[in-house]
């Protein structure tokens, strides 16, 4: 029985996977306020509620990417 896993399958899920990582651990980073977080933020200017919404959004958008089933979403 063959696999249906392909090499560009693997490479997509992947890097997908990996990106979705890097921006997950960056929402819930903004989400909780993390220092470092805070403290770029107060360099930029904006106000600490906008990093909750940008946190939201950020793991709004991981979950939509991994959504795979739902195109519609998409």
């Known amino acids: 029985m063959e696999s249906k896993l392909g090499p560009k399958l693997i490479v997509f899920w992947t890097t997908t996977a990996l990106f979705c990582a890097v921006?997950?651990?960056?929402?819930?980073?903004?989400?909780?306020?993390?220092?470092n977080m805070v403290e770029a933020m107060f360099g930029l200017g904006y106000p600490l509620y906008f990093m909750t919404i940008i946190g939201l959004a950020?793991?709004?958008?991981?979950?939509?990417?991994?959504?795979?089933?739902?195109?519609?979403?998409?």
């Open 58 to 74: 950020k793991m709004a958008g991981v979950v939509t990417v991994l959504a795979s089933g739902l195109p519609r979403l998409k």
């Open 23 to 35: 921006v997950g651990f960056s929402g819930v980073s903004h989400f909780t306020h993390a220092e």
